[in-house]
DNA sequence: GCCTGCAGCTTGTGT
DNA sequence: ACACAAGGTGCAGGC
């Protein structure tokens, strides 16, 4: 993530016409390449912004810089450093972002001409930040962590969200064996959750505290692809029904009732 | 505005329950008591936030610190400048924030648990410039009632923002004919805008004086299933050049020009 | 202060 | 890709 403080004026053309006076403002660019300006006030909302797929073009001493991308920053500056050419360095000082994006027939454009740059510093944040739950997958985690054994029998929880440098595990449990087991929980379980899950293990396993590590899949529904690829990594997979967890069905009934 | 990144946990309680597994994340205070946490990817939208009014509690070394507001700590630090107690100062070391806010009966919450302070600075941006915007259905609601005649040929315009008990009409016309005309604006016409109009008509032919009353959907951009929907009803639609109500294109081009 | 409707809504989910 | 529905909607304008 890249952080400008500067004095700048932002025109906006897309859906409507926009334009922010000259002023202090931070824009915020996300390495995904989101954009957002924000003032010190206001709120919630930036004044303005440019959601993702963008693409960049740069002036610094009013050249055109091809080639230089601040959602890609992050990559190549020292975490948490200012950049580079914010005007006490050696490369003339940056004096225009514009951000553009397809839009159907029309184009979005944000156009930041900036005056002065008081600070532009970046930081590496990682991915494991990026790992947000939806709603019925955060409600699936609170009652499978409430009652792991769905996970896999005998199942007991040892922590929620166990985190790694590549972002938290879903459910970290023992099973009857005292053995480790991962837990990665999705409303719908895909090839990607398994891959995610494979990562997990890889990192896990790597600990040798921790030894051997299974991995199991719990979703409210797991395409066949997944179960393949699933089983062939040698880890479980087990489709977990909601109404039966929130106690407002018999498991049992649930093999004759679909 | 202080803009702190942080290793950090973030527990909201209020409308829901959420939690945000530790990560590293932007921490941004706004001097209006806005606070909102950001990963570096996701977009414009924050992860976590509260919306002013606001208060707030810190901890410091994991002990409470009164009296500290992050809200107003641009007016007590030096511009630019990291913000004392981000670990290498005299102080200890940010350990937590909690932002709460009354909302009715029940209270908004936000806890973020600090595991380690990376960066933590304020600037003082002053007064920000506002928004300068057009192009909106405001706008076109404007060109529209000074020229009814592009919603329909020979529309005279009655009056705008057409009271009803269900909420105003956007324009009321007369035709040629002398027949009313309810006209609805939209820059997007969608089928909720169909029926919206819908229920207009429905109320303004309850009105015995009124009598036959003739629906226009007027957009700038209409979709398939919401022309499909308004035909069936007996509705006309219109798109409508926002170019050409401004007066910047000749009308007769459009008819060739796309 | 409450309420209503718009928003460059944004975001997810199903078709 | 597109239509639909929900949001911790946020936000402004009218009463």
Redesign the pocket.
């Known amino acids: 993530m890249r952080l400008i403080v500067a004095r700048c004026e932002?025109r906006?053309s897309?859906?409507?016409e926009?334009l922010l006076p000259e002023a202090l403002r931070l824009l915020m660019v996300k390495s995904d390449g989101?954009v957002m300006?924000h003032a010190d006030t206001?709120?919630?909302?930036?004044?303005?912004?440019?959601?993702p797929p963008t693409v960049f073009e740069l002036e610094r001493g009013g050249e055109p810089v091809p080639g230089e991308d601040p959602a890609l920053a992050a990559g190549r500056t020292a975490d948490g450093q200012p950049v580079d050419g914010d005007g006490d360095g050696d490369r003339a000082p940056l004096t225009r972002i514009v951000v553009r994006?397809r839009?159907?027939s029309t184009e979005?454009r944000?156009d930041i001409r900036i005056v002065e740059v008081l600070s532009d510093v970046v930081h590496d944040m990682g991915e494991a930040a990026a790992l947000?739950k939806?709603?019925?997958?955060r409600e699936l985690q609170e009652l499978l962590a409430g009652a792991p054994e769905h996970c896999g029998e005998g199942f007991r929880l040892v922590r929620r969200e166990w985190p790694t440098d590549i972002g938290p595990v879903d459910l970290m449990c023992r099973d009857p064996d005292d053995g480790w087991v991962a837990v990665e929980i999705k409303?719908?379980g895909t090839i990607e959750a398994v891959e995610q899950l494979t990562r997990y293990l890889e990192r896990l396993r790597e600990d040798p505290g921790m030894g051997e590590v299974r991995g199991v899949l719990a979703a409210q529904q797991i395409k066949p692809q997944a179960r393949t690829l699933a089983e062939s990594r040698g880890m479980d997979w087990v489709e977990v029904d909601l109404a039966v967890l929130r106690g407002e069905r018999e498991p049992a009934l649930t093999l004759f009732d679909v």
């Open positions: 932002v906006y897309g859906r409507l926009a989101s300006v206001g709120g919630f909302k930036p004044q303005n912004w440019m959601t994006k839009a159907g979005d944000l947000e939806s709603g019925v997958e409303r719908v």
